[in-house]
């Protein structure tokens, strides 16, 4: 295997592992603080501290001539991803959230056919359609409780913002510093959930104590910084329905990590959708005879 397929194997499994367990760190995280201030929180640290590392490529952001970009990145990858995701988590159970949330590798499959002309074929709606039945399978058990339509709402909000925000970023990419996006898009969605929290929450109701700390820094560095400098590098690279295929794992791991840390069962729907998401990411990925043929005969 070629250094290339590696690293990118090395950075899909990192990026799956990280998001699947910011889950159940993120849902902890709100029991010490309101959602949008957490979310704020988060994004501006992130931002902030990211922006340090890339002081010497300074002049690579052009800000004069691509604000617009960092703002509508801002918009729906932070302000409509982490922003919607904090509050509606807590009008519904993880689980269902979960399902209505990873809509999106389906959404970006059918956004980059329409939009990046990437090629739809049979076999792919059917690989997408099988892996989000395996997430269905996979958050079965954890679908219980009483179901808020709001909360359905912030849970489809969150999963079309992520996929238009994901596409955008392929449109721009090479136009961008792709780490200085990272970057400014979190300092001006974190700014604006900042300004939207100090009106609608309660500021001393965040409790500062060592677990939300811990939880705030780890979603700020590892959940939102260095696991979208993957997602978007991956992004850059391969086509956008193929890379967030993998996606699907996330709610794998996070049930997986709630079995060995929290005791929770090992149910059949969980073997059973471990086994369809596995199927849809092989199926999304399988090359076409034709385009390796021409490769062979080069």
């Known amino acids: 295997m070629r250094k290339g397929n590696w690293t990118t194997i090395i950075s899909l499994i990192l990026l799956v592992s990280i998001w699947g367990s910011v889950w159940p760190i993120y849902k902890y995280a709100l029991e010490f603080s309101p959602p949008v201030l957490f979310a704020a929180s988060r994004s501006l640290i992130a931002g902030f501290l990211f ?38 988590l807590k009008y519904l159970p993880s689980g269902l959230y979960s399902v209505i949330v990873y809509l999106q590798p389906v959404l970006v499959v059918i956004f980059a056919w329409v939009i990046l002309k990437e090629p739809l074929t049979r076999l792919k709606i059917f690989g997408v359609l099988l892996g989000f039945l395996g997430v269905v399978m996979v958050s079965f058990d954890g679908m219980s409780g009483k179901i808020a339509p709001i909360g359905i709402v912030f849970a489809l909000i969150t999963s079309i913002g992520w996929a238009i925000g994901t596409i955008y970023v392929k449109v721009k990419t090479g136009v961008v510093h792709a780490l200085w996006l990272v970057a400014l898009q979190n300092i001006f969605g974190g700014l604006c959930m900042l300004v939207v929290g100090l009106g609608m929450e309660d500021l001393g109701a965040i409790q500062w104590n060592w677990s939300f700390i811990i939880c705030l820094l ?81």
């Open 51 to 88: 922006s340090l590392v890339l002081i010497p490529m300074w002049k690579q952001v052009k800000l004069k001539e691509t604000w617009h970009i960092y703002v509508i990145s801002g918009f729906f990858n932070v302000i409509l991803f982490y922003g919607f995701q904090s509050i509606g």
């Open 218 to 298: 780890y979603g700020a560095i590892f959940g939102v910084s260095f696991s979208f400098v993957l997602y978007f590098r991956l992004i850059g690279k391969g086509e956008a329905g193929k890379v967030s295929s993998f996606t699907f794992l996330v709610p794998l791991i996070a049930v997986l990590l709630g079995t060995i840390f929290l005791n929770e069962p090992f149910t059949l729907s969980l073997l059973v959708g471990m086994f369809m998401i596995l199927l849809s990411i092989y199926l999304i990925n399988k090359p076409r005879k034709a385009v390796n043929e021409v490769k062979e005969e080069e």
